[in-house]
């Protein structure tokens, strides 16, 4: 049999499928047995989850990985903390609550107490405790345990969906590939994959149930297939096929740690996209201009409280001190659409990407975004740090979200907190009516990134995660590069920067259309670093004009990616 979906990372691998599905307890209130026979299941599952984590420790500790033994380590405490212990006890010894509504009561109990504190180390316990609280659950119910961080071997993970909590301790190591049944290009699956060089195919419908655990199976990310059933030929044609892409891959890192110039000599800034201060996300630091963009809504993920000021402000310091005199683009939280969250009750709506989300959503919660403005000013004296707004659709936005960043600035020069006075305000370009606005826009703001993603979502009038119209999402649409001409062009005539933080701007064939267009900042993925400066070194900006004028003058996206494929060699 032959699944297809939508290639996010291009690879070939043959293995086993590790069907993957996230544990969600529903815990009732009303007891199941009597509070003896309650109280010795809590024994059980206790005892259960202690030789879960003492596995956990022993496994990693081997490795060498002290990091991610000492988290489990740090759960052992937890779990064998005699206070919430005897509390978890006599609350089920009680007999008015079942164990399940006893054990997740003192649980999140302590975890908000901790999560009030001051010092933010100590804050960060909340998460472990109800990382522990999952774990305990879960052994009530007498389910498997499925970790992302300790995979039993080398797999390919299939699953409906990937969220960033799956992937915060992922196991790189163990994971030869990923399929989801949702998602596409732009996804969050998507970018995870880019940025670990996982090979990944999304999109495809139904699969998990087309699946068994441990089956065997060709995932070729680069065609976007998934293969069951096949025989020796066809698995020696996708080895070879393999061995063919990790030579070519292996050529481009070549141009890793190369500076991006083109033949005709100019300096082309790249730059990287970012989703936390975590080392992984920074490793990459080295060989690029700045932070393109720095996903600030990762901080607010997957927790049931909203991130402090004093929290974001440690993240953001960090990014700033790493890249130093090099810009870090901080863009404010961009939640909604895609991206709900646990710490905000935000109504579910029929159509979220068109609802309210990102600045719209900012502006219905002031001091939510006051905290975030705040700490962003505060770390602004660490480095270089530009602030942009995202889905902004009007000059309206512009300067009602440059009046919360001025009364932002005003309570801290009252308390006499500094900030930098340099600070440059931008904003994200994706929503067409600002896009047809840009020469106003310009007068009003620092400098634009474009975020392609979205932009082409709502030029394109398609849900860009919806697998059903895959084929409407066209990012080599020729509208597409007009409209981001003449962005480039308004902004040019300010004498004021635009670059792009989509994922065209990890795309060779796309971002040497936009170095055409005159655009001169690309951010992108840690993964596609190598590969855009290799097309930088062999692309002049005079080859890249010409180019540019020739997409514009073309009438579909497959007589784009054609002709750019039959010009561009990489």
């Known amino acids: 049999m032959r699944y297809t979906g939508t290639a996010v990372f291009a690879g070939v691998v043959i293995g086993k499928v590790y069907l993957y599905e996230r544990f969600v307890s529903d815990v009732s209130k009303c007891p199941m047995g009597t509070p003896a026979e309650e109280a010795a299941h809590y024994l059980a599952a206790r005892d259960t989850a202690q030789g879960e984590l003492e596995t956990l420790c022993q496994h990693f500790t081997e490795l060498g990985d002290n990091e991610k033994a000492s988290i489990f380590s740090a759960h052992l405490e937890i779990l064998s903390d005699e206070t919430m212990d005897e509390e978890i006890q006599a609350g089920i010894s009680g007999g008015e609550s079942s164990g399940p509504w006893v054990i997740r009561s003192v649980y999140e109990q302590y975890a908000s107490m901790f999560e009030q504190l001051a010092d933010p180390i100590i804050r960060e316990r909340a998460v472990d405790l109800r990382d522990v609280c999952a774990r305990l659950l879960r052994c009530w119910e007498g389910l498997p345990e499925q970790n992302l961080s300790a995979l039993p071997e080398p797999v390919i993970i299939i699953t409906h969906d990937l969220v960033p909590s799956d992937t915060a301790t992922l196991d790189r190591n163990n994971v030869l590939g990923i399929v989801t049944e949702?998602?596409?290009?732009?996804?969050?699956?998507?970018?995870?994959?880019?940025?670990?060089?996982?090979?990944?195919?999304?999109?495809?419908?139904g699969i998990v149930s087309q699946l068994e655990d441990r089956q065997e199976v060709i995932l070729d990310a680069v065609d976007g297939a998934i293969l069951t059933g096949f025989d020796e030929e066809v698995r020696s044609a996708y080895e070879a096929k393999r061995r063919e892409i990790l030579r070519r891959q292996a050529h481009t890192k070549l141009y890793i740690d190369r500076e991006p110039?083109?033949?005709?000599?100019?300096?082309?800034?790249?730059?990287?996209?970012?989703?936390?201060?975590e080392p992984q996300n920074l490793e990459y630091a080295k060989y690029t201009d700045g932070v393109g963009l720095f996903r600030s809504e990762f901080l607010y993920m997957g927790r049931s409280a909203l991130p402090t000021e004093e929290e974001q402000f440690q993240a953001y310091?960090?990014?700033?001190?790493?890249?130093?005199?090099?810009?870090?683009?901080?863009?404010?939280?961009?939640?909604?659409?895609d991206k709900p969250l646990d710490c905000l009750d935000i109504p579910k709506e029929d159509n979220p990407f068109l609802g309210n989300r990102a600045l719209r959503l900012c502006f219905q919660h002031p001091d939510m975004f006051r905290t975030q403005l705040r700490a962003s000013l505060r770390a602004s004296v660490y480095g270089n740090l530009w602030l942009m707004f995202p889905m902004v659709a009007s000059m309206d936005d512009i300067r009602r979200a440059k009046s919360c960043l001025e009364s932002a600035k005003a309570e801290l020069t009252a308390e006499g907190i500094p900030f930098s006075p340099d600070l440059k305000v931008g904003i994200m370009v994706e929503i067409p009516a600002i896009a047809f606005l840009a020469d106003q826009a310009a007068r009003e703001v620092d400098f634009a990134s474009i975020g392609t993603?979205?932009?082409?979502?709502?030029?394109?009038?398609v849900d860009r995660g919806n697998p059903e119209v895959r084929a409407y999402y066209q990012t080599y649409h020729p509208s597409l590069f007009r409209l981001i001409g003449y962005v480039v062009r308004s902004f040019a005539a300010q004498g004021k920067p635009v670059g792009v933080c989509g994922e065209m701007g990890g795309d060779p064939l796309a971002a040497a259309v936009l170095i055409g267009l005159g655009m001169r900042?690309?951010?992108?993925?840690?993964?596609?670093?190598?590969?855009?400066?290799?097309?930088?070194?062999?692309?002049?900006?005079?080859t890249a004009k010409a180019l540019a004028e020739t997409v514009c003058g073309l009438s579909t996206a497959d007589e784009v990616r054609k002709y750019l494929k039959e010009h561009i060699d990489l």
């Open 182 to 205: 949702i998602g596409g290009s732009t996804s969050h699956s998507a970018i995870i994959a880019r940025s670990y060089e996982i090979p990944a195919v999304l999109g495809v419908s």
């Open 261 to 277: 110039i083109t033949p005709d000599g100019v300096r082309i800034a790249v730059e990287l996209n970012i989703a936390s201060a």
């Open 317 to 337: 310091r960090k990014v700033l001190m790493t890249y130093g005199s090099r810009p870090v683009i901080l863009r404010t939280l961009d939640i909604g659409g």
């Open 453 to 461: 993603n979205d932009l082409t979502q709502y030029l394109t009038a």
């Open 521 to 542: 900042q690309l951010s992108m993925g840690a993964a596609s670093v190598a590969s855009i400066k290799q097309m930088i070194l062999s692309t002049s900006c005079e």
